[in-house]
């Protein structure tokens, strides 16, 4: 959890701290969705939105950014069942953002991280609606985790194959190899050589 909180509040303190007005001014969105990397497409719908849904969007990053990083320490002697609703509150809010950002941006796939590092915040009971039950001792293995498994075989064999026939056609192409040992190659009986 602590992750999670340095990886978000560090996020808008950065943005604050960096010395930039449009950050406090909050008109950074007026020119960011055209000057990012690799914009998406609902960028350019996000840019062409009027100036003080801008002003709306930058605020609500911030303000989650800065703020609902706290709800995650709610102590639970302070507010009982109300810090599970707080974590929860703030994952659902952080993975928002998250999302948010990936809709106009392409970061890659640190969104899909931090989204997945908000997972920490929820408990066991909020996860069972969403994952399988533990299973009990004795009880029958589910089907869908053995036809996962059975698709993950068949799938290995098939590219396996696959490389196997990609290789036996590329060393056809070849012309026939010297029989002596490779310059490169490792004369060691574990042949641990970096290629």
Known sequence: MALVFRLMFLSGVTKLASGDPTWRHLTALDFHFWTQPLPTGPAWYAHWLPEWVHRVMTLAIIAIELLVPWLIFVPERWAGR??????????????????????????GFFNLLAIVLCVALLDDAALQRVLPLRLAAGD????????????????ARAARRAGLRARDRTDAARPARRRGRSPTRCSTRWRRCAR
């Open 82 to 107: 109300w810090s599970r609703v707080a974590r929860h509150g703030a994952c659902a809010l952080l993975v928002l953002g998250q999302l948010a950002i990936a809709l106009t941006g392409n970061y």
């Open 140 to 155: 029958p293995e589910p089907r869908w985790k053995l036809y996962a498994i059975r698709g993950v075989r068949t799938a």
